[in-house]
Nanobody, 124 residues
Framework: QVQLVESGGGLVQAGGSLRLSCSAS????????MVWFRQAPGKEREFVAG????????DIADSVKIQFTISRDNAKNTVYLQMNSLKPEDTAVYYC?????????????????WGQGTQVTVSS
């Protein structure tokens, strides 16, 4: 099973940018759909962005489609989430998840492999 570790979170002012990284070990991510979810306090975990195994398909939530991009570097076994023009409502814990040989699934129950999460806080 693949192990996932997120990094890159932090405190940023509104309008700023962050790049989150999800580093994988144990398996090569080229065989996985890789996705990002986020969970704000008191809210359900929600889909943010994902890229299918093989990289043929990318999905991004409508709420962040203009701000966020997802990419993968198979050589580094890492997936990135570039977040621009951040807003206070983007404050959440961001999680990376993986599903082998799959298209992007938009619900958390579609994934068995998760990272520990990284906190993103956007101040107004």
């Amino acid at each position: 099973q693949v192990q996932l570790v997120e990094s890159g979170g932090g405190l940023v002012q509104a309008g700023g940018s962050l790049r989150l990284s999800c580093s994988a070990s144990g398996r090569t991510i080229s065989s996985y759909a890789m996705v990002w979810f986020r969970q704000a306090p008191g809210k359900e975990r929600e889909f943010v962005a994902g890229i299918s195994w093989g990289g043929g398909s990318i999905d991004i939530a409508d709420s962040v489609k203009i701000q966020f991009t997802i990419s993968r570097d198979n050589a580094k076994n890492t997936v990135y989430l570039q977040m621009n023009s951040l807003k206070p409502e983007d404050t959440a814990v961001y999680y990376c998840a993986a599903r082998p040989y799959s298209k992007v699934i938009l619900t958390p129950d579609g994934y068995a492999s998760w990272g520990q999460g990284t906190q993103v806080t956007v101040s107004s």
